[in-house]
């Protein structure tokens, strides 16, 4: 082979090396270029979603310092019902005072009309007894009490003896500004006591003395062998 020839060869070769040298250089540099672009969209992506995470972050925050203050208007209102709630109290110790007050205050008054009874009944009941029932009183109506061996007591309002038709009977009632069934449910379950304990004979004078009293509460005590004497009697 000459020279030229040859030359003319290694100026091919070297030709080719290069075109093959710039064709990988730039497959190269466009997969570069391709795999730039998509950190550059992902970075992209990242930023937004930074972006959407500090938002919500913001709206979270927010969110927490409205909590933070319901919850400080929440404390404050417990505050308010537990002071409310004090107040309450104090005035319901007031109105239970004053409802105790008012209870020992009609107590005593109601002891003071009933033990006014009583001792009319005391005073004026002999004659009556006498003229309307037949039965002579011996010795004195008294107000006593009846003591039972377990240590109790039975209060007595109206107590005596007396006779009638030759036959002596103790006298024994209560006095009752408003009489009602439930008296006499209660004054018939004493003389049981007592006459199951024998503080009573068998005849026996049971009665009643009131200002008033309904027609039922009326006919509930004569069912009961219980008489009535009204106030004005005596």
């Known amino acids: 082979m000459d020279t030229a020839s040859a030359k003319a060869i290694a ?12 064709t990988v250089t730039k497959t190269e540099f466009g997969e570069l270029r391709d795999i730039v672009r ?10 937004l979603r930074v972006e959407e995470l500090a938002e919500a972050q913001k709206r979270t925050e927010a969110r927490v310092e409205e909590l933070a203050a319901a919850q400080k208007r929440t404390e404050l209102r417990v505050e ?3 002071e409310a709630q004090k107040r309450t109290e104090i005035e319901v110790r007031k109105l239970a005072k004053g409802l105790d007050d008012t209870r020992n205050m009609v ?19 002999p004659p009556v007894l006498d003229s309307d029932y037949g039965i002579k009183v011996t010795g004195r109506l008294v107000r006593k009490y009846v003591e039972h061996p377990d240590g109790r007591h039975d209060e007595l309002n ?7 038709d030759g036959k002596p009977l103790s006298i024994l009632g209560e ?4 009489l009602s069934k439930k008296h006499i ?22 009665f009643m003395v009131s200002y008033t009293a309904l027609p039922e ?15 004005y009697l005596i």
């Open 11 to 22: 100026e091919a070769m070297s030709e080719m090396y290069d075109e093959l040298r710039n």
């Open 38 to 47: 998509e950190l550059a969209d992902a970075q992209k992506r990242t930023e």
């Open 80 to 82: 308010e019902l537990a």
């Open 107 to 125: 107590g005593g008054l109601s002891d003071t009309v009933g033990y006014g009874l009583e001792d009319k009944a005391i005073k004026g009941l």
């Open 158 to 164: 109206v107590f005596g003896e007396g006779v009638r």
């Open 175 to 178: 006095a009752k500004a408003r």
């Open 185 to 206: 449910s209660d004054f018939l379950k004493l003389v049981d006591r007592l006459e199951k304990r024998g503080h009573l004979p068998a005849d026996r004078f049971l």
């Open 217 to 231: 509460t009326l006919r509930y005590a004569e069912a009961h062998s219980v008489t009535v004497i009204p106030s």
